[in-house]
């Protein structure tokens, strides 16, 4: 497993690569701009040609952007799904400009509680995105989540779906927050519960669609749909399921970050490579 963090970019897009370095981390996620905020100006050339000469010169350690935590691709609100379309086409557009593969997303909210048609909206929704964006050469790498309140994704079933769904799938894959399906019920903490969990996701899903990991632990309980994510250990899942995790063969060569508090991801990260065997 290709372990990293997320990166804070305050203090520039090209400067994730030295606070990678710093924490030790070999992939990366970070926001491309602001995640509380609808629109900021357009990339400069300026800032586009110094995050890639950074990232060559990084060695390209594989990049996650995470979009927005404002758009919601299943809202049944027209006015709001509208904006929420515009605003992915730039996080895709920011991607391409960038050279960066990959943009994650949580599936949305389905605020009516209708989830069938919530997928169906974000669905549809994809598709509007790409082509208001240009079509631009990125992944869209959807997030399993907690299921706090009306989030969807929070089922294998819900992930499933999307991707029968949208009309290439190839363009699109999943990633898995350990903390998020830990807390939407399934118990990975066990070593029943964790076979079970991956014979699960592979019937439904599908192993060759994982693409990412989000490594947290969980401040709620098991099945508490609750997003609250914990030091790696320090939480209701516990230090031992993330050892059969970043030593699970299946696993070799997929990124996975983690989502810990900033000023702590480098003892984090020593703690998992103190797993690795």
């Known amino acids: ?23 030790g981390s070999d992939c990366i996620q970070i926001f491309s701009k602001p995640s509380q ?30 979009d927005s935590y404002l758009i919601n691709l299943a809202s049944p609100d027209s006015q709001k799904l509208e904006r929420s379309i515009s605003a992915y086409a730039d996080e895709l557009k920011r991607c391409a400009d960038l050279g960066i593969e990959d943009l994650n997303m949580h599936p949305g909210s389905a605020t009516d509680g209708d989830e069938v048609a919530g997928l169906q909206r974000c669905a549809d929704a994809f598709l509007e995105s790409y082509l208001l964006a240009g079509d631009p050469p ?9 299921g706090q309140g009306t989030n969807l994704g929070y089922r294998f079933e819900h992930l499933r779906d999307l991707l029968a769904r949208v009309w290439d799938p190839s363009r699109f894959a999943i990633c898995i927050d350990t903390c998020h399906i830990f807390a939407a019920g399934y118990d990975w903490s066990t070593p029943e519960g964790y076979s079970k969990t991956w014979n699960d996701f592979e019937r439904i ?73």
């Open 138 to 146: 990125v992944r869209t790498v959807i997030e399993a989540t907690a």
């Open 205 to 277: 899903v599908g192993l060759d669609q994982l693409a990412w990991f989000h490594l947290n632990d969980s401040k709620k309980s098991l099945s508490s749909r609750v997003d609250r994510h914990a030091e790696i250990g320090e939480g209701e899942i516990g230090l031992e399921p993330f050892r059969w995790l970043v030593n699970d063969e299946r696993f070799a060569q997929i990124p996975a970050v983690l989502e810990t508090p900033g000023d702590r991801m480098k003892e984090n990260l020593e703690r998992l490579r103190s797993l690795l065997t």
């Open 1 to 23: 497993m290709i372990l990293g963090a997320h990166a804070s970019i305050a203090g520039g897009l090209s400067k994730v690569f030295e606070t990678a370095a710093a924490d």
């Open 37 to 66: 905020r609808w629109a900021v100006p357009a990339l400069t050339a300026l800032e586009i040609s110094a995050f890639r000469e950074a990232r060559q010169a990084a060695g390209e350690p594989p990049v996650l952007v995470h």
